[in-house]
């Protein structure tokens, strides 16, 4: 880990409910599945689900053993694939924010980030999200990234900026 790099990962809470909800869908459509005709339409219906489930469940493992480090150089994923997106390099910046209600109360955000071909998203669950997006925001600004009205609409929520003043 470089000096001055900070460490985060999605915790424990977030990633239990994700096994959860993948082993009760496995659940759920494998073991109906073993009571269907195996050749028939809920046989094929049951068994895309199924497989659903379980690249959800594969999702959750990797998501689970991945850590993101965040330092003045970049941010880098550290898991089963290493990928380091430099914020020299760093081309778009967008926030977006993800209601579950009508009343929009309650949802995540999502931070993208782009560099060149690579992209990176992460959202709102990962521990120190706000220190993500106020590093990425602040790279953003100094490489001349245009936030559009959205991102920026979501930095004043998380009060990264101001009304009319950026504050990264």
């Not at 409910?17 to 993948?22: E, M, N, P, Q, R």
């Not at 005709?37 to 991945?66: E, I």
């Not at 992460?122 to 220190?131: A, C, K, L, V, W």
Request: proline share 3%.
């Amino acid at each position: 880990m470089e000096t001055g790099e900070s460490r985060h990962r999605y915790p424990p809470r977030a990633v239990m409910l994700d096994y959860l909800y993948s082993g009760l869908g496995l659940l759920f459509t494998l073991g109906p599945l073993g009571l269907a005709a195996s050749a028939g339409p809920a046989a094929w219906v049951l068994g895309a689900l199924a497989a659903l489930f379980a690249v959800y469940g594969v999702r959750t493992v990797l998501r689970h053993r991945t850590w993101l480090g965040v330092s003045e150089d970049g941010i880098t994923v550290h898991g089963f694939l290493r990928r380091h997106l430099p914020w020299e390099q760093l081309t778009r910046c967008t926030l977006g924010y993800y209601s579950t209600r009508r009343k929009r109360d309650r949802g995540w955000m999502q931070l993208t980030l782009k560099a060149g071909r690579r992209s990176l998203r992460i959202d709102s669950q990962i521990e120190g999200f706000n220190t993500i997006v106020r590093r990425a925001a602040r790279a953003a600004t100094a490489r001349g990234i245009a936030l559009d009205q959205t991102t920026r609409e979501n930095l004043r929520a998380l009060e990264i900026i101001g009304g009319g003043e950026d504050q990264t």
